[in-house]
């Protein structure tokens, strides 16, 4: 393990296992991202190791109510919100959805760190252009455009091409409160939040780790991030 001695904390990227993630191919896209950085990826379980490392990502999978309840009860909660009040932190999938106030799968309390809401998609009956039903959850590739933040385009996005497909799985979406910590916008039956951002805190609806190179350039953005 390397450690950074200016900073007094460990130059790693801790990969939040509170036995809900997509753990494995979440660590191994970082890992093939941080070739080169000096950052070692370590998926864990601890949260003194959350605490000391550098760089946090936190992964999501499955419904919301699991989620948030594996999260308080792993002991993990308390360690992810002291690192999101100071260290770069990435939250994948449900792991962003986890970011919001509430969400409406199972009326469930987030975490709070972005003021917002999770609602589900209503789309039964709806045509898309093709004329196929809109079906729930979105499965598959979809475009992410970038939305302004603070002017410009967020820096993690770096240089992904704007309106770049990206891979979702989900029935429930994101909508903050405050417009501007909305930094990437997709169609599905309606312009939702596929990406938001707060300060310190970069957060994805769709998975960075099954999305090829330019999920691999996010995670990379994310390495070279100093908020």
């Not at 390397?2 to 801790?14: P, R």
């Not at 999770?118 to 729930?136: H, P, T, Y």
């Not at 967020?154 to 309106?163: F, L, R, Y």
Request: hydrophobic share 35%.
């Amino acid at each position: 393990m390397n450690l950074n001695t200016n900073s007094g904390t460990d130059k790693t990227v801790a990969v939040v296992d509170y036995g809900m993630g997509n753990l494995r191919s979440v660590s191994q896209a970082v890992q093939a991202a941080a070739v080169g950085t000096g950052f070692t990826v370590l998926i864990t379980q601890d949260p003194d190791v959350v605490r000391r490392a550098q760089r946090i990502v936190l992964p999501g999978q499955g419904a919301m109510p699991d989620c948030m309840r594996e999260l308080r009860e792993s002991g993990l909660q308390a360690s992810v919100l002291e690192a999101a009040a100071n260290k770069p932190l990435f939250g994948v999938c449900v792991g962003m959805q986890m970011l919001l106030d509430h969400s409406a799968e199972g009326n469930t309390p987030g975490l709070g760190l972005i003021h917002g809401e999770v609602l589900k998609f209503e789309l039964a009956g709806r045509l898309q252009e093709d004329g196929s039903r809109f079906k729930v959850p979105q499965m598959g590739w979809n475009q992410v455009w970038r939305a302004n933040h603070g002017g410009a385009p967020h820096p993690v996005w770096g240089d992904v091409p704007d309106g770049s497909y990206f891979y979702f799985v989900h029935s429930f979406y994101a909508k903050p409160s405050d417009a501007r910590h909305s930094v990437g916008e997709t169609d599905y039956g309606q312009r939702f939040s596929s990406a938001i951002a707060r300060d310190n805190i970069f957060a994805t609806q769709f998975h960075p780790e099954k999305s090829s190179e330019h999920g691999l350039s996010l995670y990379r953005n994310f390495l070279h991030w100093n908020p």
